[in-house]
């Protein structure tokens, strides 16, 4: 099953070579600026053009609850979720002070918290229930819900486009949420679940191995589908869902993607599931310290740009990694080039010497 009304295109690499060719006329040794080039270049391709810019970033920061910590899967009262989310909309937390710093518009966005939020004008209401079921006993959600998760996180998306938005950060809060992230790296990349499970916000190694023995019975209980988003539907959660679906939009809208940690980079590993091509509009901003998360990478063949030990959440390895983004785009357009600086180019005199022979 696939989203309605949805096309992603690859994208063209028609513009690779003169891309390629610019950032060789900088006034630097060739290549010297590492994956900075290389981000400069992905972007230039995404944007097909040689000038790319990045306009009005926002912070998506998608919360949820997960009725399956009635097992014990998390150290953390649920209560946190609700109380970090108005946290977060005074722009207090790790994702408020980072996304001040570094420009981005912070929304935060209501999948399912087990809480009734007051209107707010960073809050989008995008509640399909109060949190996602407990998977040990059912679904975690139903195939509507998930789907009208999907929807809600594709609506949110374009409406940003709609404003101009053409990079998109995501981030999460939900106290429990690395189980069903667990779950699904598990699924998609048939990796054992118990090298899948992680301490998350804190559990002992026993907390650990019956987080793992939860999601086993939750796998024996409900049988693993073919389908990707059944088994998001089965074993994910509402934020996970809504996460998915507005990073397929924004690969759609041919944005700039850039995942946190290991909660929404599972969303992209889901998203990659339904259309490969979301991955062509990626950028992994780092690598979590949390068990699974490198595996989640290494399968979509990604490369983390950061590598810092976070293991927060929230959105804030996305907003920490954008200023190498932007740096990125800006050496590309404004850094001065040989000719500029008339400083002499030893790597094009070479080249034209030996074409001349």
Not at 220 to 233: M, R, T, W
Not at 261 to 289: C, M, N, P, R, W
């Amino acid at each position: 099953m696939k989203p309605s009304n949805l096309n992603i295109s690859p994208v063209s690499k028609e513009m690779a070579n003169a891309l390629r060719e610019k950032l060789d006329q900088k006034a630097k040794p060739i290549r010297s600026l590492g994956k900075m080039e290389d981000i400069a270049l992905r972007i230039g391709l995404i944007q097909n053009t040689l000038t790319p810019q990045l306009n009005k970033p926002t912070m998506f920061t998608v919360a949820s609850d997960h009725h399956v910590c009635e097992e014990g899967v998390s150290p953390c009262p649920t209560k946190m979720t609700w109380q970090q989310c108005l946290n977060f909309l005074e722009l207090g937390g790790g994702i408020g002070l980072f996304c001040k710093m570094y420009g981005f518009d912070l929304k935060v966005v209501d999948a399912g918290v087990d809480f009734d939020f007051a209107p707010h004008p960073r809050l989008i209401n995008a509640k399909v229930r109060k949190g996602s079921r407990n998977i040990l006993h059912e679904h975690a959600m139903t195939m509507k819900e998930c789907m009208e998760a999907i929807e809600n996180g594709r609506k949110m998306v374009r409406e940003s486009a709609k404003e101009g938005v053409n990079v998109v950060g995501f981030g999460e809060m939900g106290i429990g949420n690395t189980t069903p992230a667990s779950a699904l790296l598990s699924i998609f990349t048939k990796t054992d679940i118990k090298d899948c499970v992680g301490p998350g916000s804190g559990l002992d190694s026993n907390g650990v191995s019956h987080k793992a023995n939860v999601i086993t019975q939750a796998f024996e209980k409900h049988g693993i589908s073919e389908d990707p988003i059944e088994n998001l539907a089965r074993f994910g959660g509402l934020e996970i869902a809504t996460i998915c679906g507005g990073m397929l939009e924004a690969a759609a809208q041919k944005m700039v993607i850039i995942t946190d940690g290991f909660i929404t980079t599972s969303a992209l590993l889901v998203a990659s599931e339904i259309y490969k091509e979301v991955l062509d509009y990626a950028f992994f901003s780092h690598q979590s310290d949390e068990q699974g998360h490198c595996l989640m990478i290494d399968h979509m063949q990604g490369e983390p740009i950061l590598n810092m030990s976070f293991r927060l959440g929230e959105g804030t390895g996305a907003a920490c990694c954008y200023p190498i983004i932007k740096g990125s785009v800006t050496m590309l357009n404004e850094m001065t080039t040989f000719e500029e600086a008339q400083v002499f180019n030893t790597a094009t005199a070479k080249v034209a010497a030996f074409e001349s022979h």
